[in-house]
């Protein structure tokens, strides 16, 4: 008896990753898939990518998607959960694309508890425009808009979007992750089926933040941008479990019911 | 009702699930009824949004999903959602937004003004595209031309707007509210999960630009079919005028009530009102150019609807402008002594 332990995701189209080498997104991508395979919900599952580096996801997921202009995404995830409360919607977002421009969309689509999953790639750069600045860049890092580094008189801190998130009412689970090693991939993807199955149990809004590597902007090679997510970024953005009121819902619904 | 509610109720009546909205003069008891009614109707879904760029946001994704949604707001807010519009028109998304128009630049004022013209028929966001404007004048258009809206919107999946001012928002008349028609929108267009089946995809990003011009070429085909099939105008007393005034909403009432009191001193002076303000209604005011030469255009801005009834007249005829912006208002009898002025220089 032989028994597949490793295949293509069935959610994950057979193209060809434009992503650059080392980049995480095409991590993050398969990861995704495989959960949504594992839940069994392709088919009712609506995905909303970003504008940014992961603009063409609709290339690899495999499943109904639509793009959303620059930051807008939970707006229009939230649009499409209220008119089909029975599908799993999720956004998929940048840290300029969540923390900067789609600050506000972000932020309420949290506090109003939409039952909505949103995946966000923290690369602390803007990837696709060519290496600027993100909110979550870190200080002294230098981007082609922080030339000599980010200084907190200039360009204030970097975003730290769990913690922020943490303190909102509306928000059921937060984690923060990476893919930096097979460890933290492994983290990354029973988060990522934590917060999908959150929202299949109707629970309300789940965030998985996840540290990506970029580098191309980074100028690192690959290896060295693992260990720059594991040696620094976690400094600043320390993996774990920001916020977790699963349990608290279940009981709570258990006890109404 | 109030125009505004006329316009929430012909919406939900024309089969409106989806609202979203944000607060702002003079357009708010528009949203206070959608949150009050919609919930009311089956699956309907009301949101106050966190700003009017998350609104239209949020009806694109509900468009996409098959839902018939609706956003409105007064004009700086519809200068926020022109992002959502654009996007919108090039991922050929239905929808139907109100702009009840407010006094402008910037802040303006909460008076009734008609700033917006170029803004809403010269596509308002960015890129080569058009949207449906509905101009209605009175509170039975309010609430036909709402319902219009909806179908035109699915016809032709783009997004269509009513553009009216906070007089005809605030002003109270009786309405009878006609049948909707069903609602016939193919599914092939709605966004519902891929079932057993492919995967779609919904986008306006066309990296490839031989892939980008034809999706543009698309579009004005599209836009090039509303401009033959759906102009809409109304004139009034325009036989055996010698004098036209060529306005629209509520610059046209009191227009009207201007006319009406100079045909009782004899002057033979006429109205021709574009309800469509895109498509404007060019071939039609052209042909009435073949008998009447001299025009008044008025508006509650200091010009804009002006340069289309230029570009229909072509030079054929002669074109005098009357003007009242930034929340200004004049009365029919105020506008009566501007046009008689006019009309007395005549031949």
Redesign the interface.
């Known amino acids: 008896m032989s028994k597949i332990i490793f295949q293509h995701p069935q959610s994950l189209k057979h193209n060809v990753f434009h992503y650059c080498p080392g980049c995480g997104h095409s991590i993050a991508h398969r990861v995704i898939c495989e959960v949504i395979d594992e839940l069994g919900i392709r088919g009712i599952t609506i995905g909303v990518p970003p504008a940014g580096c992961a603009v063409l996801a609709y290339n690899y997921f495999d499943v109904d998607m639509i793009e959303a202009p620059h930051g807008r995404g939970p707006a229009m995830a939230s649009g499409i959960k209220r008119a089909l409360p029975d599908r799993i919607v999720f956004s998929y977002q940048g840290d300029g694309d969540l923390a900067a421009i789609g600050m506000a969309e972000s932020f309420h689509a949290a506090n109003r508890g939409e039952n909505i999953t949103v995946i966000f790639i923290n690369n602390a750069v803007y990837g696709m425009t060519g290496g600027q600045m993100a909110p979550t860049t870190m200080l002294q890092q230098r981007t082609t808009t922080s030339p000599t580094g980010r200084k907190q008189a200039l360009d204030g801190y970097p975003v730290k979007v769990c913690e922020i998130f943490s303190q909102i009412g509306g928000v059921t689970y937060l984690e923060r992750c990476s893919v930096s090693s097979p460890a933290g991939v492994n983290k990354t993807k029973k988060a990522v089926r934590k917060a999908f199955q959150c929202q299949m149990d109707g629970l309300g809004f789940s965030m998985i933040e996840i540290l990506s590597m970029c580098p191309t902007n980074w100028k690192m090679s690959s290896v060295d941008s693992c260990k720059w997510i594991d040696e620094v970024m976690t400094k600043e953005f320390p993996p774990g479990v920001y916020k977790d009121n699963i349990a608290a819902l279940k009981k709570n619904a258990e006890g109404q019911s | 009702m109030s125009g505004n509610n006329i316009i929430g109720e012909a919406a939900i009546r024309a089969g409106c ?2 609202y ?1 909205g944000y607060p702002i003069t003079p357009q708010n008891e528009l949203t206070e009824y959608m949150a009050e009614h919609i919930r009311k109707a089956e ?1 309907g ?1 009301f ?1 106050q ?3 009017e ?3 239209i ?11 018939r ?1 609706m956003t409105s707001s007064s004009s700086p807010g519809i200068d926020l959602k022109q ?2 519009i654009s ?1 919108m028109a090039a ?1 050929e998304l239905p929808g139907v937004i109100v702009n009840i128009m407010r006094g402008g630049p910037g802040l303006g004022n909460i008076r009734p003004s008609q700033g917006d013209y170029f803004q809403a028929t010269r596509g308002g966001g960015h890129g080569d595209y058009r949207t449906i404007v509905l101009a209605p004048a009175t509170g039975q258009e309010l609430a036909d031309l709402t319902m219009d809206a909806f179908d035109l919107a699915d016809k032709y999946r783009t997004p269509a707007m009513i553009l009216a001012d906070g007089m005809m928002g605030q002003m109270m008349e009786p309405v009878i509210f006609k049948k909707a028609k069903p609602r016939s929108y193919p599914e092939k267009f709605m ?7 492919k ?7 066309l990296l490839d630009p031989i892939d980008s011009e034809e999706h543009n070429w698309k579009l004005y085909r599209k836009y090039e079919a509303v401009k033959k099939t759906e102009v809409l105008w109304d004139s009034y007393l325009t036989e055996d005028a010698d004098m036209v005034v060529v306005a629209y909403g509520t610059a046209a009432r009191i227009a009207k009530g201007a006319i009406k009191r100079l045909r009782e001193k004899g002057a033979k002076i006429g109205l021709f009102r574009p309800i469509t303000l895109w498509p404007f209604p060019e071939m039609e005011l052209r042909a009435l150019s073949a008998k009447i030469k001299n025009y008044l255009v008025f508006e509650m801005s200091t010009g804009q609807m002006l340069e289309d009834v230029r570009l229909a007249l072509q030079g054929y005829a002669q074109i005098e402008f009357h003007g009242r912006p930034g929340g200004a208002v004049p009365t029919p009898s105020q506008l009566a002594n501007v046009i008689a002025k006019i009309y007395d220089k005549i031949d």
């Open positions: 699930r989806f979203a699956g879904v949101i949004s966190e700003s760029i998350a609104a946001n949020m009806i694109a994704g509900a468009s996409a999903t098959g839902a949604v992002e959502g996007s991922c966004l519902r999960g891929a079932g057993d089946g995967s779609k995809f919904i986008r306006g990003l």
